[in-house]
């Protein structure tokens, strides 16, 4: 399984902005569908964005459709999540997720498709 570690989470204020980060430890992470979920404090884990592994074609929570916004670096073996006009509700941790899935993108919006996952980073945003 490939590892992931996930960086730049933190605290911002409503309305504000946070780009985050997963570092893929495989350079073939472009053989991989990679995802972002998040889960708050008493929730389940929820899906929020997930990109193909080719990069063509991508797939949102309807929650953050409009401000999230996902996309990958594979010669730097990195996925991002850039997020914008944050919302209190948008307070979870926030975990990527790889898998060599050939799905289209719309279809690869749950838990349980993902085999890889990194470790979380916090994300809180303050109103």
């Known amino acids: 399984q490939v590892q992931l570690v996930e960086s730049g989470g933190g605290l911002v204020q409503a309305g504000g902005s946070l780009r985050l980060s997963c570092a893929a430890s495989?350079?073939?992470?472009?053989?991989?569908?990679m995802g972002w979920f998040r889960q708050a404090n008493g929730k389940e884990r929820e899906f929020v964005a997930v990109?193909?592994?080719?990069?063509?074609?991508?797939y949102y929570a309807d929650s953050v459709k409009g401000r999230f916004t996902i996309s990958r670096d594979d010669a730097k073996n990195t996925v991002y999540l850039q997020m914008n006009i944050l919302e209190p509700e948008d307070t979870a941790v926030y975990y990527c997720a790889a898998d060599k899935s050939r799905l289209p993108a719309t279809m690869l919006g749950t838990v349980s498709t993902f085999g890889s996952w990194g470790q979380g980073t916090q994300v809180t945003v303050s109103s």
């Open positions: 990109i193909s592994w080719t990069g063509s074609s991508t």
């Open positions: 495989e350079r073939t992470m472009n053989r991989y569908a």
